[in-house]
């Protein structure tokens, strides 16, 4: 069995870290690259980059944050925010980064999805998606809709037919970020976890809702995810990296343990 990955996110806007809850109220939490040297020292599995307007500001990604931040972690870098063709992605790889995140782009143009596939490989690209709960309908049966520019516009798309279509079009693995779990610190959105989880045959990552330790357990095995992504119970210094996987560990989850 697959040692299952703890993972951290640095939302970034204006070149620091930032956070929000449910996608609003965003503030500055520090220095992006300090964080990611801290977490890598604490024994991070990979490392979540994502600027957060970029898509928004229809702007491309600050490379020079990147680079930054690939000087100082080495294990897996997987970034996101306003790539739009394969020059961006290309862009992103040179700066250090081994995985691009897709999001709203892909959701305007999806072949982008395939055309990043096919200049980096299935396994650097990942499919990123923001997801709010809506009342089941003809059009989103699921009960879960696609929303997209950093959570600002709805676009009344499903998001298992999404999952299902992206995974198709060449994604090697997905992100799910719950909008309506972002932030609070009670715990993931497990049912859209483990619906897409059970759906799809790339890794699916966890992402929103995480508070404390029990959360990350209960997403890793009720909802069958293959990563769990934390922001602010790291961030905030509630919780270290060493003490979560310290955590899943002794409560029966398979990790990768540095000490």
Same mark, same amino acid.
């Given at each position: 069995?697959?040692?299952?990955?703890?993972?951290?996110?640095?939302?970034?806007?204006?070149?620091?870290?930032?956070?929000?809850?449910?996608?609003?109220?965003?503030?500055?939490?520090?220095?992006?690259?300090?964080?990611?040297?801290?977490?890598?020292?604490?024994?991070?599995?990979?490392?979540?980059?994502?600027?957060?307007?970029?898509?928004?500001?229809?702007?491309?990604?600050?490379?020079?944050?990147?680079?930054?931040?690939?000087?100082?972690?080495?294990?897996?870098?997987?970034?996101?925010?306003?790539?739009?063709?394969?020059?961006?992605?290309?862009?992103?790889?040179?700066?250090? *980064?081994?995985?691009?995140?897709?999001?709203? *782009?892909?959701?305007?143009?999806?072949?982008?999805?395939?055309?990043?596939?096919?200049?980096?490989?299935?396994?650097?690209?990942?499919?990123?998606?923001?997801?709010?709960?809506?009342?089941?309908?003809?059009?989103?049966?699921?009960?879960?809709?696609?929303?997209?520019?950093?959570?600002?516009?709805?676009?009344?798309?499903?998001?298992?037919?999404?999952?299902?279509?992206?995974?198709?079009?060449? *994604?090697?693995?997905?992100?799910?970020?719950?909008?309506?779990?972002?932030?609070?610190?009670?715990?993931?959105?497990?049912?859209?976890?483990?619906?897409?989880?059970?759906?799809?045959?790339?890794?699916?990552?966890?992402?929103?809702?995480?508070?404390?330790?029990?959360?990350?357990?209960?997403?890793?095995?009720?909802?069958? *995810?293959?990563?769990?992504?934390?922001?602010?119970?790291?961030?905030?210094?509630?919780?270290?990296?060493?003490?979560?996987?310290?955590?899943?560990?002794?409560?029966?989850?398979?990790?990768?343990?540095?000490?």
């Amino acid at each position: 069995m697959l040692s299952k990955r703890v993972i951290a996110c640095l939302d970034v806007r204006d070149g620091r870290l930032a956070k929000s809850v449910k996608f609003v109220n965003t503030k500055d939490i520090g220095d992006p690259v300090e964080k990611a040297r801290l977490y890598y020292e604490q024994g991070l599995d990979e490392l979540v980059f994502y600027d957060i307007t970029a898509s928004s500001d229809k702007r491309n990604i600050m490379l020079d944050v990147v680079e930054s931040v690939a000087k100082e972690v080495f294990i897996p870098l997987s970034v996101g925010g306003g790539i739009r063709s394969v020059q961006d992605a290309t862009n992103l790889r040179l700066a250090g *980064a081994e995985k691009i995140n897709v999001n709203s *782009a892909a959701v305007l143009r999806p072949e982008l999805i395939s055309e990043c596939a096919s200049a980096i490989g299935n396994q650097n690209v990942v499919l990123s998606m923001d997801i709010q709960k809506v009342e089941q309908s003809e059009e989103r049966p699921s009960g879960y809709e696609i929303v997209i520019n950093g959570g600002r516009t709805p676009t009344g798309l499903d998001a298992l037919q999404w999952a299902l279509e992206g995974e198709q079009l060449g *994604a090697g693995e997905l992100v799910v970020n719950s909008i309506d779990a972002d932030g609070t610190l009670d715990g993931y959105e497990i049912n859209l976890t483990r619906m897409l989880s059970e759906a799809v045959r790339i890794p699916v990552i966890a992402s929103g809702g995480a508070g404390k330790p029990q959360h990350l357990q209960e997403v890793l095995t009720e909802g069958k *995810a293959d990563a769990a992504l934390v922001a602010s119970m790291v961030h905030y210094g509630t919780y270290t990296v060493e003490e979560l996987k310290k955590y899943l560990h002794e409560n029966g989850v398979k990790v990768r343990m540095s000490w």
